[in-house]
């Protein structure tokens, strides 16, 4: 009976879940992903909902406690986390589409294309990218404010959020150009790509489909990574208030909001514990999810 040998996919299972740290990771973002899809229909209390129970500690009826406004920080928590994880899917999805089309060209273009191109991602990196966004928000911020706010308030809302989740996208695509233009330079001297071209395909062809498909599991783990690094970016700029704005929360908003109440005299320690632990807990486990995708995926990475 001939002997049977593993396929790649099942190769990559296999190390994935042989990975503990990965799997405890996939395994809460499954369990985040129910509770911030249910939790917040399923709470009684609303988000934006001012009330007289202000900086209540936690309790049965608010588990996460109150505000400055009395609202129920657990709501605020869910929902804040929606937005948070948002920002960091758009985000890590144009790093994807943007990183992986910039990395392929370069790389199969090689000579003189290759070096300009890989030159203007070195000169990209050169740039504070916080202050890069920081300066593309305060501009739009104007021409959405006179523009839209009068007349259409809620799609200039919405408008300056899809800005600062491109803007975030925008920064995060040159570490995955530099990785997908190393996997296509040591794709393109193998034999297939060699036949592939002696039959005469054009190079779009054989990006599409050759290359791309060899690609994508390195592409795929490292956009899992680029999730958390999103996150914490938008994070750090909503503490600085550049980012999500009031009412509207997200996880920075809420370690921010907690901050300002930070005192010696009541240490209302609610307030930036359970945000900023839902925080870290979320990064720690999209940490290990990536590192494990990576390990399964590209298992050269790390002999």
């Known amino acids: 009976m001939p002997e049977t040998h593993p396929t790649t996919t099942a190769l990559a299972w296999r190390r994935f879940t042989s990975n503990l740290?990965?799997?405890?990771?996939?395994?809460?973002?499954?369990?985040?992903?129910?509770?911030?899809?249910?939790?917040?229909?399923?709470?009684?209390?609303?988000?934006?909902?001012?009330?007289?129970?202000?900086?209540?500690?936690?309790?049965?009826?608010?588990?996460?406690?109150?505000?400055?406004?009395?609202?129920?920080l657990l709501a605020r928590c869910l929902v804040g986390a929606r937005v948070s994880l948002m920002a960091g899917l758009v985000g890590a999805a144009i790093s994807v589409v943007v990183g992986t089309a910039y990395g392929m060209a370069a790389a199969y273009g090689g000579g003189r294309i290759d070096a300009v191109m890989m030159r203007a991602v070195d000169l990209l990196y050169a740039l504070p990218n916080v202050i890069f966004v920081m300066l593309v928000l305060g501009t739009a911020e104007?021409?959405?404010?006179?523009?839209?706010?009068?007349?259409?308030?809620?799609?200039?809302?919405?408008?300056?959020?899809?800005?600062?989740?491109?803007?975030?996208?925008?920064?995060?695509?040159?570490?995955?150009?530099?990785?997908?233009?190393?996997?296509?330079?040591?794709?393109?001297?193998r034999p297939f790509i060699l036949a592939s071209r002696q039959f005469g395909a054009s190079p779009a062809f054989i990006l599409r489909r050759h290359l791309l498909p060899n690609v994508l599991g390195v592409v795929m783990a490292y956009a899992t990574l680029t999730v958390p690094a999103v996150i914490l970016y938008e994070s750090f700029l909503s503490f600085l208030g550049m980012g999500i704005r009031p009412p509207d929360a997200s996880l920075g908003t809420l370690i921010e909001d907690g901050a300002r109440q930070l005192n010696p005299i009541q240490v209302r320690w609610w307030l930036i514990a359970f945000p900023g632990g839902f925080l870290g807990l979320t990064l720690l486990a999209l940490q290990s999810l990536g590192d494990g995708l990576r390990d399964a995926l590209d298992p050269e990475a790390h002999p």
């Open 142 to 189: 104007s021409a959405i404010t006179s523009l839209l706010r009068p007349a259409f308030p809620s799609i200039a809302d919405a408008a300056r959020m899809l800005l600062l989740f491109a803007c975030l996208g925008a920064i995060s695509w040159l570490n995955m150009a530099r990785i997908v233009r190393g996997q296509v330079l040591s794709l393109r001297s």
């Open 21 to 72: 740290p990965a799997v405890v990771g996939a395994a809460f973002m499954v369990l985040i992903a129910l509770v911030l899809l249910a939790g917040p229909s399923l709470l009684s209390a609303n988000p934006n909902a001012h009330s007289d129970a202000v900086f209540e500690p936690p309790s049965a009826r608010h588990p996460f406690g109150t505000d400055i406004h009395g609202r129920d």
